[in-house]
Nanobody, 126 residues
């Protein structure tokens, strides 16, 4: 199983980036995929999640309205569109996957995710 995160980079405050997480080695449509981030010196925290059917999406409060998670099951890829970026969004962003037997089930609990990508660095300058 591989999760390949990409799309990070350096952007000015107020700018946008789109992260991608391409998954291989599992039946993608059966998996919930989430995004997490880890800022320097801090713990890895939940950012956004999509249920396997994309019928349910959830966000951490401080990205609500600025970030959008979506998935393309045909491309086995999950995206995180990040708009109105702030310096405090600076972090390494990780995608992760966990199997789901329900179309609407999701989790924000980092310990429940089984597979992880390598991370992509997002740096937002002020």
């Amino acid at each position: 199983v591989q999760l390949q995160a990409s799309g990070g980079g350096l952007v000015q405050a107020g700018g946008s980036l789109r992260l991608s997480c391409t998954v291989s080695g599992l039946t993608f449509r059966n998996y919930v995929v989430g995004w997490f981030r880890q800022a320097p010196g801090k713990e890895r925290d939940f950012v956004a999640v999509t249920s396997k059917s994309e019928s349910v999406t959830r966000y951490v409060d401080d990205v609500e309205g600025r970030f959008t998670i979506s998935r393309d099951n045909a491309k086995t890829t999950v995206y995180l569109q990040m708009n109105s970026l702030k310096p405090e969004d600076t972090a390494v962003y990780y995608c992760a996957a966990v199997n789901s037997y329900s179309a609407r089930w999701y989790t924000t609990n980092i310990r429940e995710y089984r597979y992880w990508g390598q991370g992509t660095l997002v740096t937002v300058s002020s």
